[in-house]
C-alpha cells in the first residue's frame, strides 16, 4: 500500500491527451513539493515534473503538473507511442521522514 | 555529463550480506545528497535511504531500518549501500540516484541499476 494513491492504468489513443492524479495528504503533497517521473521498463526512471509543475529543459511541453491542496496532476498531450511506460508521483513526507512514491500509472497509448 | 554506475549485486541466500556500490561521475559529487531506491519485481518504485553530503544525516525506509546503512567516500566519488540481513522482499533492482541541485528529494539522475537476488 503506497503513500501516495495513483490509479494503475489509464489508457488514451495518440494525439489525444491524458491525465494522472496523485492523491496524498498534508505531510507530503499538502506541504511539499511533488515530482513526476517516467519509467520505461529496463531503463533508468527520468525526471519529467518536479516542484508540482516545473519542466527540466529537456522536457517537452507536452508534459505538465499541477497541484491543488493534497492532490496533483500530470497531463500528457499529443501522445505518442513513446509515452507508454510508467508514471510516478513522488514527495518528502514529513511525518514519516521518507521519501514517498504512488504506486504507479501505466499508461497505454491504443 | 553526470554518470552514475552502480555495482555489487548479484544472488544471496536469505540472511545474508551484500553491498552495494555506485561510482558518480560529471557533478560535485561531495556536494550532493544522494540515494539508493528500489524496484522489486512488478512493483512500484520504494526509496530505501539518503544520506546528505557530509554524511551527518540518514533517513532510511522502515522497511530497511536496522538492516541496511548508506554510507559516501566523497573523495572517492562513491555511494555505497551495505545491506545485511536479507530477505526474500529485497529481492529488486537497486537504483543510485542524485537530486536536483538544491533539493533532496527530487531526482534528475539515476543509475542503470544493479539486480539484487535473495533466494535460497
Known amino acids: 500500500q503506497s503513500v501516495l494513491t495513483q490509479p494503475p492504468s489509464v489508457s488514451a489513443a495518440p494525439g489525444q491527451k491524458v491525465t494522472i492524479s496523485c492523491s496524498g495528504s498534508s505531510s507530503n503533497i499538502g506541504n511539499n513539493y511533488l515530482s513526476w517521473y517516467q519509467h520505461l521498463p529496463g531503463t533508468a526512471p527520468k525526471l519529467l515534473i518536479y516542484d508540482n509543475n516545473k519542466r527540466p529543459s529537456e522536457i517537452p511541453d507536452r508534459f505538465s503538473g499541477s497541484k491543488s491542496g493534497t492532490a496533483a496532476t500530470l497531463g500528457i498531450t499529443g501522445l505518442q507511442t513513446g509515452d507508454e511506460a510508467d508514471y510516478y508521483c513522488g514527495t518528502w513526507d514529513s511525518s514519516l521522514s521518507a521519501v514517498v512514491f504512488g504506486g504507479g500509472t501505466k499508461l497505454t497509448v491504443l | 555529463q553526470v554518470q552514475l554506475v552502480e555495482s555489487g549485486g548479484g544472488l544471496v541466500k536469505p540472511g545474508g550480506s551484500l553491498r552495494l556500490s555506485c561510482a558518480a561521475s560529471?557533478?560535485?559529487?561531495?556536494?550532493?545528497?544522494m540515494s539508493w531506491i528500489r524496484q522489486a519485481p512488478g512493483k512500484g518504485l520504494e526509496w530505501v535511504s539518503y544520506i546528505s553530503s557530509s554524511g551527518n544525516t540518514i533517513y532510511n525506509a522502515d522497511s530497511v531500518k536496522g538492516r541496511f546503512t548508506i554510507s559516501r567516500d566523497n573523495p572517492k566519488n562513491s555511494l555505497f549501500l551495505q545491506m545485511n540481513s536479507l530477505r526474500a522482499e529485497d529481492t529488486a533492482v537497486y537504483y543510485c540516484a542524485k537530486p536536483l541541485t538544491g533539493r533532496s528529494y527530487t531526482f534528475d539522475y539515476w543509475g542503470q541499476g544493479t539486480l539484487v537476488t535473495v533466494s535460497s
Open positions: 560529471g557533478f560535485t559529487f561531495s556536494g550532493s545528497y
